[in-house]
Each structure stands twice: as structure tokens, then as C-alpha cells.
């Protein structure tokens, strides 16, 4: 079963927020959550950042699905796990912000600059909130640590008013963001008129020969790149320089 993407898809200048039913039973028991993140570093396409959800009398059920990082599982097996949770709505739910490349590069460059790491944080508040408003009873809350721990850990506690716990580790839970990322990506759907494009763009990272020679062919000396790059990363912004007409306001 393909993840449905479509609300993003319609309009991928824009990011959106994609969720699933909620379980009765994370209304009616303790529930644990966990935060992933995929596509922060590449210079194309989206970042997802998502959550999943589950009573924590079920973790034993959830290890049982054999969980993993996402970034220790091949692109096929994320997509097996993702179909097995995905038959166990009954007691897992998820939620997903797919944040648009065009979105994160207006953001960075605007006159009051929203840099990624605030856009990451706000992201990920905004889901454990989402989560809290949909009635779901928050005990445990798993969030994959990128330094500034006990800082980002107070911050949490205070926002949160200390209503549950948190753990900066990595939840053993399917990375619906990255199976999301790995979707939006594949599918993506050029609004400009880029003729027969190539799709071989590599795995959208900076030191990807084959993302560094798509970047290098789509580039517009007048009009840059596409929305698919992030035109903000400063891999695109060396070759913005170098290579793109130079503008006098």
C-alpha cells in the first residue's frame, strides 16, 4: 500500500500536514510518542518530520514489528514496515508536516530570517501538540537528540508544563517521515516547464555526484532552479554565483 500523499502532491509550493485516525485507545490509556525527522541535510526536496503514537500497555506489540532507525533499513524494507503498522491502526496512530524546499528556502532568505532550526523545532512542537489537542494521554515522549539536550529538555518540560516525560532517544519506531520523503521525492511534480527532466538527481545531498551534476544541468541563468531545490542551502547559492545571471537592484 502506497502512502497518500496527494494533499501535498496538489500543491507542493506549500507545506501541509497529513494525519491518521486516532485509536481509541490512545484517548483511553497512557500513550508513549515518538519524533523523526528525514531530509534535513539534502539540497532537494521536502522535510518531514512526523510522530507515531501508541498505548504504552502495547510496546511490547510494537517491538514485535521489529522497528528500526530508518536510516539502518533499506528503502524497501522502510516501505514493509511502514505496510505492517499500517495494519495496526487499531493501536498505533501518526501524524506527518511535510515542509515544502520551497517554503524552508523563502523562510531562510526573507528580510526576518526563520532559519531550519527553528522550522524543525516548531515542526515538532507542533505535532506533540497536535497529538495532546486529539485527545491522545501523552506519558512518554521520545525525540531523537541533535545536540542541546538539556537546553531543548527544559524547554520541552516548560512548554509542556511538565505533563509527561521526555527522553531524548530514539524511539524504535517506523520512520513515516522518511518512507514520506522517500514518496514526495520520487513523485515529485515539476511545475515548470523543465521539458523531457531527468529524474536521476541521486539522493538529493550536497556531496552526491549525481544531485551536484543535476544541479548543474537545471539551472535558469535568470531564473535559478526549480521549487525542488532548496535555493537557500549554500550548494546551490555557490552555484547561484558563479553560474546564474548577476542581478542589480
Not at 510522530?51 to 536510516?71: H, N, W, Y
Not at 501524524?95 to 516548531?122: C, F, G, W
Not at 497529538?131 to 501523552?138: C, H, I, K, N, Y
Not at 539551472?219 to 558563479?242: E, H, N
Request: with cysteine; aromatic share 12%.
Amino acid at each position: 500500500r502506497r502512502m497518500d500523499l496527494s494533499e501535498f502532491e496538489r500543491d507542493n509550493s506549500r507545506s501541509c500536514r497529513l494525519v491518521s485516525s486516532v485509536p481509541e485507545l490512545c484517548r483511553g490509556e497512557e500513550c508513549c510518542l515518538g519524533v523523526d525527522e528525514a531530509g534535513r541535510g539534502p539540497v532537494l526536496g521536502p522535510m518531514v518530520y512526523g510522530i507515531c503514537f501508541c498505548p504504552l500497555s502495547r510496546k511490547q506489540d510494537l517491538e514485535e514489528l521489529k522497528v528500526a532507525d530508518s536510516k539502518t533499513l533499506t528503502e524497501a524494507e522502510r516501505e514493509k514496515l511502514f505496510e505492517k503498522i499500517d495494519l495496526a491502526k487499531d493501536f498505533i496512530g501518526w501524524a506527518l508536516e511535510v515542509l515544502s524546499p520551497n517554503v524552508i528556502s523563502t523562510s531562510m532568505q526573507q528580510r526576518v530570517k526563520y532559519n531550519l532550526n527553528v522550522m524543525s523545532h516548531d515542526a515538532a512542537i507542533g505535532l506533540i501538540q497536535y497529538a495532546l489537542d486529539s485527545g491522545v494521554r501523552l506519558k512518554e515522549t521520545f525525540v531523537f537528540r541533535r545536540g542541546g539536550g538539556k537546553k531543548n529538555k527544559n524547554e520541552l518540560n516548560s512548554l509542556f508544563k511538565t505533563s509527561f516525560l521526555i527522553y531524548f532517544l530514539f524511539f524504535p519506531v517506523i520512520s513515516y517521515s522518511k518512507v514520506a520523503r522517500d514518496h514526495a521525492v520520487k513523485s515529485w511534480k515539476f511545475v515548470e516547464d523543465l521539458g523531457d527532466i531527468n529524474l536521476e538527481y541521486g539522493s538529493g545531498y550536497p556531496n552526491d555526484p549525481k544531485t551536484k551534476e543535476w544541479l548543474a544541468k537545471y539551472l535558469d541563468p535568470v531564473f535559478g532552479y526549480p521549487q525542488f531545490v532548496r535555493f537557500s542551502w549554500s550548494t546551490a547559492q555557490t552555484i547561484l554565483d558563479s553560474k546564474a545571471a548577476p542581478v542589480h537592484w
